[in-house]
Structure formats: C-alpha cells, structure tokens
C-alpha cells in the first residue's frame, strides 16, 4: 500500500503537475484532497508556507514544490520516458521553458483572469503580454508534436495546466486566436485518459478519513 502522502488541490495547475507526473509513472500516493480556505493542521505542521502540492515521502522527506515532485516521481519509475529520454540541451530548454511558464507567463495569467484586480491595465494588455509565451510555445509545436519533439516530457506536462487555464479565460478567443498547434497540443490533453485521470474528483480530506489512493 501507498505510504507517501500528496496534498492536492483539483484545479491548482501545479497540484495537477504533481499529479501528471505520479500518473505518468508506476507509482501511486495517498492523496489528500485539500481546500484553500480550509487546509489541515496536518499541512501546515508540514509545510509553513502552506501551499499546494506538498508530497510527504515514505521515508519523511518533505517536497513541497510542484517541479520537485514531478522529478521525483519520475525518479522512482519513468516507463513512458518523460524525464529519461531528454539530453541535456533538452533539458536545459525545459528549464528555460518551464522558468518562463511560472515567472513572467503566470504573472500575466494571473492578471488577464482576474483584469479587475488590476486596474493598471487593461485585460487585453494583459493577454497580449500573456501571448509572448503562447508564440514561443507556437513555434516549438510546430516543428514537433510535444515540445521538446515526439514524445510527451516534463516540459509538456508541467506546462498543459498553466495553458488550459489561460484558454479558458475566454475560450472563443482561444480558439480564435493564431496558434494552431497550440489548440491541438491542448486539445489532445484535455480530451485524454491521462487528464480525466488525473481531475477525478475528491471530497476534501478530513483527519482520521480512510486513505484514498492516486492514481
Ligand atoms: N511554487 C509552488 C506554487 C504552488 C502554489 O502557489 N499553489 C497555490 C494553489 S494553485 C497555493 O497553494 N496557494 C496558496 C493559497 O492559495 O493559500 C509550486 O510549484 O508548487
């Protein structure tokens, strides 16, 4: 049985990272479903800073960033090669890749989501500076696949979350908009086992419930 502990939260797009990559490998975890506004003592014991996913291993190490999860699990058991088949050119791409993703990119999804919150500009303002990540990853498709070639790697699956959230903002626009094999990598996610897999839905953990395993 399990005995390594994920806190997850549903549709928190790096939850969903950690829980991409545990899929993707031949582990599973004992899954802990969390509320934002009602997280247990449990994690906050764990992990002051208190977001999600935070991974509890078996023998007690504490990772509580959604990238170092996904290498961990991947490290115990890569069967379709998502971290393995990279070199290291690759790799560092995917850093590069990854690094805009959480920085500049999210900072603009946050803003163009929630415009309102941001008065500075206007919500357009926002998704054009949003669409300086959609061009690059535009160009990477386009000349494979998945971003990094043939095969599906960390690079796609820590970055599909974040690119879902975005194209959900305003789906006709999306769906309208110059990036064709941007639409067609995300549409081919959504519409696959892995995700509905992985967006199953749990009731929020309760100290004392009986574990509920993932996947
Ligand atoms: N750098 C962290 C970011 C995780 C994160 O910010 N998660 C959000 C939910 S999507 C969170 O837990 N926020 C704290 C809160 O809302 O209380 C990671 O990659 O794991």
Partial sequence: M?????????????????????AT?????QLREVVLKDKPSELLT??????????????????????????WA?????????????NEQQHSLTKELIAQNDGEFKSSLDRYKYADRYPEHSQDYYRQQAEIFLQKLELQLTAN????????TLADLAILPFIRQFAFVDKAWFDASPY?????????????????????????????????YFP
């Avoid at 502990?5 to 990559?21: N, W």
């Avoid at 291993?57 to 504490?62: A, G, I, K, N, Y």
């Fill in 2 to 22: 399990p005995t390594s502990i994920l806190y997850s939260f549903r549709r928190c797009p790096y939850a969903m990272r950690a829980r991409l990559a545990i």
């Fill in 25 to 29: 490998s031949d582990i599973s975890v």
């Fill in 46 to 71: 764990l992990s002051p800073k208190a977001t999600v996913p935070v991974l509890l291993t078996e023998d007690e190490l504490l990772i509580d960033e959604s990238i170092d999860i996904m290498y």
């Fill in 74 to 86: 991947w490290r115990q058991s890569d069967p379709q090669q998502c971290l393995d088949s990279l």
């Fill in 145 to 152: 696949d998945y971003l990094l070639g043939s095969q599906l």
């Fill in 180 to 212: 064709p094999k941007l639409q067609h990598w995300l549409e081919l996610f959504i519409q696959s086992e892995l995700f509905e897999l992985i967006m199953h839905k749990y009731p929020q953990w309760q100290s004392g419930d009986i574990e509920t």
